[in-house]
């Protein structure tokens, strides 16, 4: 099983879902974090131009992955789950999720259908659409 996590408490919710499903099959969970290659905000460039901040955008990003993951892992932890890897990924969300799931041999992909904000919940129902058209894979999306 696979879930992609971007931090919200929505994905979080997700992870709880899947952990549950996941130890009553003793199943392995995958925890994938697609990075969008999208700018960093204008007052992040300016403090990296200053010097403020000398970590490159993916570093930032990576640790702030980081952190998602360990509140992930500890949920599914706390379910029960102990077969539990985690992937970074770079690029499209949807493309991304579809082939991790194929090169960890998933029989199912778990999204949720929210992201961190409105307009990023609008966001994230079309890459679950795109997901569920691209997919030769199951796919269940988690309110």
């Known amino acids: 099983m696979l879930v992609a996590v971007d931090g919200s408490s929505h994905s979080i919710k997700a992870v709880k879902v899947v952990a549950e499903l996941a130890h009553q099959l003793k199943s392995c969970i995958v925890i ?84 961190l904000s409105e307009l990023k919940s609008m966001f994230m129902g079309s890459v679950t659409r795109k997901i569920n058209n691209l997919s030769p894979i199951h796919c269940l999306t988690v309110k």
């Open 32 to 115: 994938l974090h697609v990075i969008r290659d999208l700018p960093l905000p204008k007052e992040i460039q300016e403090m990296i131009q200053d010097g403020e901040v000398t970590e490159s955008r993916l570093e930032i990003l990576k640790t702030s992955v980081e952190i998602i993951f360990e509140r992930a892992r500890k949920i599914a932890g706390e379910e029960g789950v102990t077969q539990i890897e985690t992937e970074i990924s770079e690029g499209d969300p949807a493309t991304e999720i579809v082939a991790a799931a194929q090169n960890h041999h998933v029989d199912l992909i778990f999204m949720d259908t929210q992201g």
